[in-house]
């Protein structure tokens, strides 16, 4: 009811006050800045939005702050893994804004080293070291956190520092459709004690909704959890990308690409 | 947003009217910072959508006699007159698929236009009612071009002795320099790593405010940036506009003002707004956009604050003061009109 009441008085105002009558404008969402999402000790998180007469409202691990929430004013300090930061913009005059978001991960074990195949020239990320240098979680596709890849399956290694009983692998994307940008539709885990030879199936995680229709850009992590957990020093992700984009995208039938920043394994 | 949650917020701020009626007298947003701010009318145009269709609205210019011109790369009226009250007065154009850049320069009393088309890869000079008066093809002389394709210019900017400067911004990002008949002088800018390179040198203006130095502004859009160069293509300085992404300089009086298609930290996300700078170079006012803040001499980051704007494309001052502002890929919205306050 309350709904569509607020509905019926934007005719009324139309109608009153005729020409010159303005819509009432939204407020962009605010700036979330921050170095990277993935954390040794703790994450610290800045958020601009230079207007003056507005608030920003902001929550961890509630998504969609109202005006109840804390009102930002000083740096946000994350320290729990996976904690998820939104924030939003409300002033006099205005529509609140729409909900900014970020979540944070922690670092796992220590990898070594890892092996991808040759990245898109465009987007080759930041060298060698780009899926395990602790940086990422900007949503811009041109950030050189992301390597890129349109290729029908793409096959990493992982060494890690030590055989570890592994438990998760983290795997951080970007998803962006208006760029051809979607999350992979499956990641397969393996394992080896050593060597690249003698390959265990660890788990696997199939993404169903890859081919829902998303609003923007946002980061995303697709985690593969391991039902038995064994030692291994060796880890192989193979990551199928979405070999078909759908029909309601202006690239149908083409392969998407597939934007990554980083690989943490817990 | 999710359907409910803009309900939601509708009904909310409009309670909140319900209870302070007086929000319905100052209804009308006013954007901007410092000396300049202005209310924003997003019904400026009269024209009627099914007989003068707008596209992408690219640029627009005020004529001698006060009249409004817009250039859209919709075929069926690639110009559409008005007067300042958004009054349709006259439409012409129906050879420019892809109408980008309209400049006007009076030539001793008469006003002539120059639409660059980026699809045909032409300059094309016009009298003021379109009639067609010069054909610049793609530069040829400049050795780095083998076909016209290669060539996608956006925008001009003419000298008061006639000299014609092209932006290729969408093309070699370079300014090419030709004498009034059309003839081939030099060229400069282009990609590089160097301070004079330009990435997407998508418009250009003369800024003539300092009479014993006339000067070329040129946007480098994806690096957030003016160059300045004198008029025989020496690189002069950069004026760096964090978070930016400027489209063409346009000088009124003392001031320089420029639609700005997006914010950098949200490309793709209709984050555009507009700026104005001082006449040392500093922004003092962001419509739309975040209040601007120097640390040390440098800018902060500026960035959309209020959805006011889509794509911005440029901003038309007229004598009045007045702003009209054109808008790329932004739902076929016809220009807004803003007026000082």
């Known amino acids: ?266 | 947003m999710k359907r409910g949650e803009f309900l939601r917020n509708t009904a909310l701020s409009l309670a909140g009217a319900l209870v302070v009626p007086q929000i319905l007298a100052k209804n009308d947003t006013i954007l901007g910072h410092n000396n300049k701010r202005y209310r924003i009318n997003i019904r400026w145009s009269q024209a009627d959508v099914s007989r003068y269709p707008v596209n992408d609205c690219h640029e627009m210019v005020q004529d001698q006699k006060g009249r409004i011109l817009l250039l859209t790369n919709d075929i069926r009226n690639n110009v559409l007159i008005y007067d300042k009250n958004g009054k349709l007065l006259d439409s012409w154009g129906t050879e420019y698929p892809g109408a980008h850049g309209l400049t006007l320069f009076n030539e001793n009393g008469t006003d002539f236009l120059f639409i660059c088309d980026n699809a045909r890869h032409q300059v094309i000079k016009t009298s003021i009612d379109g009639r067609v008066l010069m054909t610049l093809d793609y530069p040829k002389e400049t050795g780095l071009y083998t076909k016209s394709e290669e060539y996608i210019p956006t925008e001009t900017a003419i000298a008061p002795n006639g000299d014609i400067y092209v932006a290729d911004g969408y093309g070699k990002d370079l300014v090419i320099q030709y004498d009034a008949q059309g003839r081939y002088i030099r060229h400069f800018g282009g990609r590089g790593d160097a301070a004079k390179n330009m990435l997407n040198a998508h418009g250009l203006c003369l800024d003539l405010r300092d009479k014993a130095n006339p000067s070329l502004v040129v946007c480098s859009r994806q690096q957030n940036a003016f160059k300045r160069y004198d008029l025989e293509g020496k690189y002069l300085e950069t004026i760096a506009l964090p978070g930016a992404w400027v489209c063409r300089p346009v000088i009124k009086g003392e001031y320089l003002y420029a639609a700005v298609l997006q914010s950098n930290s949200r490309q793709w996300e209709q984050s555009g707004f507009v700026t104005i700078l001082d006449r040392q170079n500093k922004v003092v006012s962001n419509l739309a956009g975040s209040e601007p803040a120097y640390k040390n001499g440098h800018l902060d980051e500026i960035y959309q604050t209020i959805k006011a704007f889509q794509y911005p494309h440029d901003v038309c001052v007229d004598d009045e003061e007045n702003l009209y502002v054109a808008q790329w890929n932004s739902g076929r919205t016809y220009p807004y009109k803003l007026e000082p306050v």
């Open chain 1, 1 to 266: 009811m309350k709904w569509n009441c607020g509905i019926s008085f934007v005719l009324f105002a139309f109608t009153v006050t005729g020409l010159g009558a303005q819509d009432t404008f939204q407020l962009a969402p605010p700036y979330l800045r921050y170095e990277s999402v993935f954390f040794t000790k703790e994450a610290r998180v800045t958020i601009e939005f230079a207007q003056p007469g507005t608030r920003i409202h902001y929550n961890i691990n509630n998504l969609g702050p109202t005006e109840k929430d804390s009102i930002y004013t000083a740096p946000i300090i994350i320290k729990k893994n996976t904690d998820l930061l939104s924030a939003r913009v409300f002033g006099e005059g205005f529509l609140p804004s729409e909900t900014v978001w970020a979540r944070f991960y922690k670092q796992g074990f220590q990898i070594k080293s890892v092996t991808t195949p040759p990245p898109h020239e465009q987007y080759p990320g930041n060298g060698k070291q780009t899926l395990i240098d602790g940086k990422g979680g900007i949503n811009s596709y041109q950030s050189n956190n992301w390597m890129g890849f349109q290729t029908n399956e793409t096959t990493l290694f992982l060494t890690l520092q030590k055989a570890q009983k592994v438990t998760q692998v983290l795997v951080h994307l970007l998803q962006n459709q208006d760029a051809w940008i979607f999350l992979p539709s499956k990641i397969e885990v393996y394992g080896a004690k050593k060597g690249t030879k003698n390959w265990t199936f660890l788990g696997a995680q199939e993404m169903r909704n890859t081919t829902v229709k998303a609003q923007r850009a946002s980061c995303q992590a697709i985690i593969a959890n391991i039902a038995k957990p064994i030692k291994v020093k060796e880890i192989m992700l193979k990551i199928t990308p979405l070999l078909s984009i759908p029909d309601w995208h202006p690239g149908k039938g083409n392969p998407a690409w597939i934007f990554l920043d980083e690989i943490i394994v817990y």
